[in-house]
């Protein structure tokens, strides 16, 4: 069950500030994701990177900025927290060995911007 | 890009009937289409997948139908159980030099005992 994991499960903070949410996954994987969840449970991606490498920017407002210092991290940065900001943030990686696979989840960090 | 619609938003059944959920996607290049179940609280996981070289799949009780002239493909669940309530997601995925994945907007399903 740890094979994607991130940290923090919950985060509470004050509009304005800056937080980071980590997320490692240990399958031997090349490409993550970073997926916003909202109040709707709509599944929206925001990033991916492949072997550390920015493939997908999905018109995320760059105060949010990821960072993949190797291949088995991808972590979000978000500058000045806006109320807009608050959801659900999934992590989620994927083998890519020329075939369609299975993306594999970490089980979420609940982001709360008061 | 990409634009997977999904409907319908809610599905209530009686326990023991069918459920289907529907979807359309608007690129004709997407060639992978996975469907996810999200339970509360959890994390969404991979329940079905099919390709677009194929037009039906079925695993046990769920089963998956692709219609690519139409561009729409659908989830069935036969026999429903409460378990399967939760959030179901589909996908569309493009194979390239590096796939894009969009999600459908999900459909609550509720399965009352």
């Known amino acids: 069950d740890t094979a994607v994991s991130q940290t923090p499960k919950y985060l509470v903070t004050q509009m304005g500030n800056d937080k980071s949410i980590k997320c490692e996954q240990n399958?031997?994987?090349?490409?993550m994701y970073w997926y916003k969840q909202d109040s709707k449970k709509f599944l929206k991606i925001m990033f991916s990177y492949n072997n550390k490498e920015l493939i997908i920017n999905e018109t995320v407002p760059n105060r949010f900025s990821p960072k993949s210092p190797d291949k088995a991290h991808l972590n979000l940065h978000i500058n000045s927290l806006e109320l807009g900001d608050s959801a659900v943030y999934f992590c989620?990686?994927?083998?890519?060995?020329?075939?369609?696979?299975?993306?594999?989840f970490g089980p979420g960090t609940r982001l709360t911007v008061l | 890009g990409e634009n997977v619609e999904q409907h319908p938003s809610t599905l209530s059944v009686q326990e023991g009937d069918s459920a289907v959920i529907k979807c359309t996607y608007s690129?004709?290049?997407?060639?992978?289409f996975p469907w996810y179940k999200q339970e509360l609280g959890k994390r969404p996981q991979l329940i079905i997948d099919i390709r677009s070289n194929v037009g039906e799949k079925k695993d046990q009780r769920i089963a998956v139908t692709l219609n690519k002239t139409a561009k729409h493909f659908s989830l069935h669940i036969t026999e429903t159980q409460p378990e399967d309530s939760a959030v179901y997601f589909c996908a569309a995925e493009r194979m390239g030099n590096f796939n894009k994945f969009y999600f459908g907007s999900g459909t609550k399903l509720n399965v009352k005992p």
């Open positions: 989620a990686s994927v083998i890519r060995d020329g075939g369609f696979n299975e993306q594999f």
């Open positions: 690129d004709s290049a997407s060639n992978y």
């Open positions: 399958l031997g994987h090349d490409t």
